[in-house]
């Protein structure tokens, strides 16, 4: 099947058709999209111009390939991979489907990359408003299956990863759907993921707790999701919406984690629900209370109590509270790369 035929895969009574704001905002979110982007990227230069890059930082080696040209990936590897073929994580950064690159989630796949032996591959795409969906979905897919093809970087194929941050994770989440990739991912990884293209951004505030204060996908979220989906386009298909997906077309193994005062913690919690298999007793995870996460089955879910969108990324204002954040991820990912390594890739035969 097709990307073409999975996009006009939902029946007329089930669709929800996106359609153009009015005039005015359609002017306001062009404004608004591109003065983003340009802020982020100046913001993202000077960071990285001014401040000295951290010692515990791999250093990629960049490559790119000929389905997409234009594109550049960010491969780490583990300070000693050896000779045998090691596992591979594909990473895609998040941004809004608009902004960022490769780069911008080193801090993980660098630290996928050295404590757990595994290659980490970080890749990028077209992003918006020139390129709409679903556009990054087919650029993900292309370069993650010439990553499995390239046998210079000496992957075990029967252990593939693939995972991602908020609109990164919304673009794996459909990208491994599409018949190239379906049945080679082995696992996915989703960190405060888009899921639901389809509800309104003010039902999904709605749902947030009391105590959380003004979320900061509030002012943003409108005018990224108009620079993402194409007019005309059904919000119901899970290409956009994966949230939306059948079980069947998904990995086996999936670790979702939310973030307690995110608005998108409620369609990432509902995901892992409805993935979870009732016939399995659900336990908790080493080190998470159970009101912060479980483990049913091959499905994991986390809530980071207390923690904004973004939290992975977003630095706090003081000192204190930025220690505490940054122990608190590098558990997280440490969680990540051990269910990895001790469920997922035993549970795989032998290539």
């Known amino acids: 099947m097709s990307t073409s035929s999975i996009l006009e895969s939902s029946s007329d009574s089930d669709k929800i058709i996106s359609e153009p704001p009015a005039y005015y905002l359609r002017i306001a979110y062009f404004i608004s999209v591109w003065v983003f982007k340009a802020v982020f990227t100046f913001g993202l230069g000077a960071q990285r111009l001014l401040l000295r890059r951290p010692p515990n930082l791999l250093r990629p080696e960049p490559r790119i390939y000929p389905i997409r040209p234009t594109l550049t990936s960010l491969v780490y590897r583990p300070d000693d991979p050896g000779d045998e073929p090691l596992p591979v994580y594909v990473n895609c950064h998040g941004g809004g489907w608009a902004v960022a690159d490769p780069a911008a989630d080193e801090e993980f796949c660098s630290f996928l990359a050295r404590h757990f032996n595994i290659i980490v591959v970080s890749v990028d795409y077209h992003r918006s408003p020139r390129w709409q969906f679903p556009f990054a979905v087919e650029d993900v897919a292309a370069i993650t299956d010439a990553v499995l093809k390239d046998e210079s970087l000496n992957i075990d194929t029967a252990k593939v990863a693939m995972g991602g ?74 290409l956009l919406s994966p949230g939306m997906a059948k079980k069947e077309d998904l990995p086996k193994w999936v670790y979702i984690v939310g973030a307690e005062y995110d608005c998108l913690w409620f369609e990432a919690n509902r995901l892992a629900e409805r993935l979870a298999d009732p016939e399995v007793e659900r336990t908790s995870i080493p080190e998470v209370s159970t009101e912060e996460g479980w483990r049913q089955g091959t499905i994991r879910w986390e809530s980071a109590k207390g923690r904004i969108h973004a939290f992975t990324h977003v630095a706090e204002w003081t000192s204190k509270k930025e220690k505490a954040r940054v122990q608190m991820v590098e558990e997280l990912y440490s969680r990540v790369g051990t269910w990895l390594k001790d469920e997922v890739w035993k549970s795989q035969p032998v290539s």
């Not at 990739?181 to 951004?201: D, Q, T, Y």
């Not at 947030?208 to 979320?215: H, L, N, V, W, Y």
């Not at 509030?218 to 119901?236: C, Q």
């Open 165 to 238: 941050f908020s609109a990164g994770a919304n673009i794996l989440f459909a990208a491994c759907q599409l018949p190239v990739l379906k049945g080679r991912v082995h696992a996915l990884i989703g960190f405060c993921p888009v899921l639901n293209s389809n509800e309104r951004l003010e039902e999904k505030l709605a749902r947030r707790p009391k105590e959380a204060g003004t979320d900061g996908l509030a002012s943003s979220a409108a005018f990224l999701d108009w620079a993402y989906v194409p007019y005309g386009i059904d919000r119901n298909n899970p």
